[in-house]
């Protein structure tokens, strides 16, 4: 997540209209985002957080104040 992109499979993560989508990676705002000290994704393009939910799914909403459903580990991508 380096350089604000978050990648699986060779795709990458955009927000789509409120969804959290896998598409093919192209830099734009779209698939960027920003992890802050909570532990929120914020996306860059639309300033709302990826989102669980109970069922699995990913979303893209509002962010609140710190809901369990908002906050995520990334695993430290540094090679330590």
């Known amino acids: ?3 604000g ?3 699986s499979g060779g795709r990458c993560l955009a927000q789509k209209g409120g969804r ?3 598409a093919a990676c192209d830099s ?3 698939q960027t985002w920003q992890y802050d000290l909570p532990g929120r994704i914020i996306n860059s393009a639309s300033h709302q957080c ?3 939910s109970t ?3 990913l979303s893209v909403a509002a962010c609140g104040n710190n809901p369990p459903t908002q ?3 990334l695993p430290d991508d540094t090679g330590r």
């Open 50 to 52: 990826l989102t669980g």
């Open 5 to 7: 992109a978050l990648r």
């Open 71 to 73: 906050i995520w580990a």
């Open 55 to 57: 069922a699995g799914a």
């Open 1 to 3: 997540m380096s350089d």
């Open 28 to 30: 734009s705002a779209d």
């Open 20 to 22: 959290a989508v896998m």
